[in-house]
């Protein structure tokens, strides 16, 4: 299983990391993909972070899942890339489209939740035109994945997890990482 975990300046600094951490103990190949450019990005709190690659030499035929951090202008970065629009609308024809936080709202500007149910931070539930809103951490309505914000991260993770890899990874690292929630 291969993921790609796209950054962006401004993202949302857990919700990307712990992500790829908890990803890659289930051992999932998880690339972070600078959006920028660079190699590196710059998180919303100022934390710089090497990204795996640029998204521009990603091969995506061999990812199974696409996955969107939060943060304001990281969302608002990611959405005025053309790559990271372009696979949320391929991947979530057949395989899986991840958001977190502010993200899913990348996807409802797409019209990718038209109809679904999703769930996002509650400052941005006016741009998801189109879902039918959920208060909950974690929601999942066929290839899209979406979670509420940075408290729901392991969670989301876990979901993530769950899907592409089963339910007894989950219960491994949750032991392993001394989740109780």
């Known amino acids: 299983m291969k ?5 962006a300046d401004g993202f949302e600094e857990c919700e990307a990391l712990i992500t790829v951490d908890i990803l890659r103990r289930a051992g ?23 990204a795996d690659a640029p998204v521009s030499v990603i091969d995506f035929s061999s990812v199974d899942m696409v ?25 979530s024809r057949d395989k899986y489209v991840a958001a977190i936080c502010a993200a899913p709202s990348i996807l409802a500007g797409l019209g990718l939740l038209e ?12 741009a998801m035109k189109g879902a039918v ?9 066929g290839r899209i994945i979406t979670g509420q914000g940075l408290g729901a991260t392991f969670d989301f993770a876990f979901e993530l997890v769950r899907i ?5 990874k989950v219960d491994q690292i949750k032991n392993a990482i001394c989740y109780r929630h």
């Open 67 to 91: 996955i969107l951090p939060g943060g304001r202008l990281g969302t608002e970065n990611m959405a005025a890339s053309e790559t990271v629009t372009e696979q949320c609308r391929v991947f």
């Open 133 to 141: 809103l959920t208060r909950e951490s974690v929601v999942k309505d």
């Open 164 to 168: 592409l890899v089963g339910q007894d």
């Open 115 to 126: 109809g679904k149910d999703a769930t996002c931070h509650p400052d941005f539930e006016g």
């Open 28 to 50: 999932v190949e998880t690339v972070m993909a600078s959006v920028s450019g660079r190699a590196e990005v710059e998180s919303s709190r100022s934390i710089w972070v090497r």
């Open 3 to 7: 993921a790609v975990v796209f950054l």
